[in-house]
């Protein structure tokens, strides 16, 4: 596979690299202190929305959506090092309005949406205007087995009622958050992958309650957030179904593919920022009278995370190219491989960082607690590594069922 550049990318990527060193690295501990300053940290910051015009103006708007019109115009294999380079970063990925949940929330309204719900929400989700929440995981039940979803989503005549509690609906905390895909049952008798259906609740309907915000190792993510929400008999118009009762399942395998590709770019992006950082540490910081980059043990960290990186990008980008070239379907077992791969990867990577700058490698002086537990989530996020790491186990097994059957 030929994984060179267009120069199209290369140019969006001097671009991007550009606009982080001169507004996204100088501005993260500016935008946590400002948080801090405001009345409540559920409020957006005034410099993010002036980065975010910064990025338009500049053309480094909507770079994901591949093959659409909407997008920058790039394929997956054109977008993963672009979204590389946001990974850096936990604050470039919005800059850019190419953060999640947003983009696959997105990628499902312009994929699967009508025309008057592509207008009503994917257009200000476009445009930055809005933001919006993915609900699907419950408290009550195993969620990495998305048939197990018990909320339900019940036809009404003209409209369709919502019951159901949720959690981990990331981006719910954000005030700009105006709308929820949310995933439920409505059909129980239906076959075990037909029964569910994706609907658009927004959040100041009736009967929407946000209970609480959830933090991730004590990170509250603001204003961001990850929300528990009670959706009780919650109404909303028959025309907010997306594609047709019994297809929610297949959304959410479209949806998580492409989102996959961008969390595990982004981790790689998260990883070689660590790296860089760990050999600057070890060279200039000295223990027992030399430089910590003499001690051999810090020469393998660094051989071992560039050998770690670069075995995760190739899998990354082939993935990508596989999804570009035949689809997300026939490239399952990649998705599933890189998804194993970049989060444990990124945490070798990050850990050994932390490692090197000691007990400042903890504090919030550096970001690299924030990255650590940002990674940890991705092992979870998208489905544990146990779920793909079984998916990839079944592929592997059919290939060689069918190998026999021939003999």
Known sequence: MNFSYSQKVIQLQEKLTTFMEEHVYPNEARIEESLNEQSTRWSIPPLMEELKEKAK???????F???????????????????????????APEIFNCNAPDTGN???????????????????????????CFSMTEPDVASSDATNIQASIV?????????????????????????????????????????????????????????????VFGYDHAPHGHAEITYDNVRVPASNIIWDEGKGFAIAQGRLGPGRIHHCMRLIGSAERALEELCKRVQK????????????????????????????????????AMMDTVGNKEAKAEIAMIKVVAPNMALRVL???????????????????????????????????????????RLELKKHDVQLQRV
């Not at 959506?65 to 970063?89: D, F, Q």
């Not at 910081?285 to 990186?309: C, H, M, N, T, Y």
């Not at 050994?352 to 607690?369: K, L």
């Open 57 to 63: 103006q500049q053309g480094l708007w909507n770079l």
């Open 65 to 91: 959506l591949p093959h659409s019109e909407l997008g920058a115009g790039l394929t997956n294999v054109e977008y993963a090092p672009l979204c590389e380079i946001m990974g850096r970063s936990m604050i």
């Open 106 to 132: 997105m990628e499902v309204l312009e994929r699967y949406g009508t025309p008057q719900q592509k207008e009503e929400w994917l257009m200000p989700l476009l445009r930055g205007e809005i933001r919006s």
């Open 155 to 215: 036809r009404d005549g003209d409209e369709y009622v919502i019951n159901g509690r949720k959690w981990w609906s990331s981006g719910a905390g954000d005030p700009r958050c105006k709308i929820a895909i949310v995933m439920g049952k409505t059909d129980s008798s239906a076959p075990r992958h037909e029964q569910q259906a994706m609907i658009l609740v927004p959040l100041d309907t009736q009967g929407v309650t946000i209970e609480r915000m959830l933090p």
């Open 285 to 320: 910081r000295v223990a027992f009278g030399k430089p910590l980059s003499k001690q051999g043990v810090v020469l393998e960290w660094i051989a071992d995370s560039r050998i770690e990186i670069e075995q995760a990008r190739l899998l990354t980008l082939k993935a990508a």
């Open 351 to 393: 850990d050994r960082v932390i490692q090197a700058f000691g007990a400042a490698g903890m504090s919030e002086d550096v970001p690299f607690a924030a990255h650590w537990a940002n990674a940890r989530t991705l092992r979870l996020a998208d489905g544990p590594d146990e779920v793909h790491r079984a998916q990839i186990a």
